[in-house]
């Protein structure tokens, strides 16, 4: 018997019989705490017999409704157990967790890909059949019933729930389910066109279920649009998207020695050349909202992040974390990193950053509405980072660590020998990566480039490094030096 009670719930309507079976035979051998058959009005009477001679908990729909939904929740209500566990009628389960240590519990299906990292914005653009061998709180299952009708996937549906909601997940180590393929699938007898509208629908009932607002649904409805024009192949969208960041002010409210704000003029980028800026993008673009400042100090700082989620574009920043930034709009973020070089009071003094005890708090208010959302990036300049490392472990969230800026333009306040170059290559230049666009709408190539007058296109960068030639504006950089 296993340990935790987890109830497994079978809806089923005339299975094939020999799938059946051996879907039945495989839960008596597992011995759960607690099976329940539910049956959607079958016709077959050696299905319907199978499943009152197993001795398994047995309830009937008060109608034929066709799809999981209703059978699901007749028998979430009906289950005496913890946790859920729902299964297909045609496939066997073949292990169940002994121990799980957050929300839910993804099984491992033999030709499904694993639910490992998995995100909304994933999902959407390539939704698959994620909830067999599901385990989660019967709590949970009460709380986002399966949807009834035939409009959405219901599946689909809950996991999208269960993501927007930031529930945790864990993965089971090894595959426990085993899919079984048949012909006359609902999956099988579709056409693609039928599932992807059927899916944008799904997307569009999420948003209503949550009350979303507008600017996220539009953003959400744009990636399931991706899917429904690329199917799933829309996730090159995520793995391959071109950084356009924006410096929105050269603003700042620290004074951090390796950052050359001083030798900058402040200024805040107007809001109107800004909107021009994300008008020339081309749809679902990723939008960096930062530069040389600290992005919080500019007065429509929202605006503008409302104007990029409308646009549906992905919208990302990083943080000096000293400005408590409004919760409504956390959920426009898709990503909220926060600068942090040391968890020494002293050290932060030292460097002048001198707010630490404030950018924590803000980390951990972000981090309590949304978890997934937050990173820490951190400059190595010589300091202790391993209670940094221990910090963001214990509270698992990821640790990007940047070296030091070797590049002359920086160098203002400190100062590093000056290196050979090594190559004559760098992948922004080479490669469509990045678009910086300065506060005053000076495009460059990257983000790294400080002084704007120096600014070369990319073209006539590739030119001269070509001929071994290092221009002005990528003096000492860090893609062409020797590592310090």
Do not use: W
Not at 19 to 34: D, M
Not at 412 to 433: F, G, P, V
């Amino acid at each position: 018997m296993d340990t935790l009670k987890i109830s497994i719930i079978v809806p089923f309507y005339n299975t094939p019989i020999k799938y059946f079976k051996e879907c039945l035979k495989a839960l008596k051998k597992l011995n759960p705490y607690e099976v329940i058959l539910i049956d959607d009005c079958s016709t077959n009477e050696e299905t319907i017999n199978e499943a009152l001679n197993s001795r398994f908990k047995y309830f009937k729909t008060p109608y034929q409704s066709g799809y999981d939904g209703l059978p699901l929740n007749i028998g979430v209500q009906n289950a005496t157990g913890e946790y859920i566990c729902r299964i297909d009628s045609d496939d066997i389960l073949l292990e169940l967790p002994k121990v799980i240590n957050t929300d839910i519990c993804f099984g491992r299906q033999d030709r499904v890909l694993p639910a490992t990292n998995l995100t909304l914005e994933e999902l959407i653009l390539a939704p698959r059949a994620l909830c067999n061998a599901l385990v989660a709180k019967r709590e949970i299952f009460l709380k986002h019933p399966f949807a009834i009708d035939s409009n959405v996937y219901g599946d689909v549906l809950f996991l999208l729930q269960l993501l927007y909601n930031k529930y945790s997940f864990s993965v089971f180590p090894r595959v426990n389910y085993i899919y079984t393929k048949r012909e006359d699938s609902i999956q099988s007898s579709k056409s693609a066109l039928f599932h992807r509208l059927t899916h944008i629908q799904t997307v569009s009932r999420l948003c209503q279920l949550e009350n979303i607002s507008h600017e996220e649904s539009t953003h959400l409805l744009n990636l399931a649009m991706l899917n429904f024009k690329y199917g799933s192949k829309a996730l090159n969208y995520l793995k391959n998207k071109k950084i356009h960041q924006i410096e929105v002010t050269t603003y700042c409210n620290l004074q951090c020695f390796y950052c050359p704000i001083e030798t900058i003029e402040n200024k805040h980028i107007e809001y109107e050349k800004f909107k021009n800026i994300v008008d020339s993008f081309k749809p679902n673009s990723t939008v960096r909202l930062q530069g040389t400042g600290e992005p919080f100090l500019h007065p429509k700082f929202y605006e503008m992040l409302t104007y990029v989620k409308q646009k549906g574009h992905y919208a990302d920043v990083i943080t000096n974390g000293t400005i408590k930034i409004k919760a409504k709009y956390i959920e426009l973020l898709d990503s909220i990193g926060f600068s942090i070089d040391t968890l020494e009071k002293q050290e932060a003094k030292n460097s002048k950053r001198y707010k630490l005890e404030i950018t924590l708090e803000n980390l951990f208010n972000v981090r309590k509405q949304n978890q997934r959302k937050v990173k820490i990036f951190a400059t190595d300049y010589k300091q202790d980072l391993k209670p940094l490392k221990e910090f963001a472990k214990k509270h698992e969230i990821p640790l990007i660590i940047q070296s030091l800026q070797t590049k002359t333009s920086y160098q203002s306040k400190y100062k590093l020998k000056e290196k050979e170059y090594s190559n004559y290559s760098c992948k922004y230049i080479d490669h469509d990566l990045m678009q910086f666009y300065f506060v005053d709408g000076t495009v460059a190539p990257c983000c790294y480039m400080v002084d704007k007058s120096l600014v070369k296109t990319k073209k006539e960068i590739k030119k001269m490094l070509d001929e071994k030639i290092v221009p002005e504006c990528c003096k000492q950089c860090g893609e062409l030096i020797k590592e310090i």
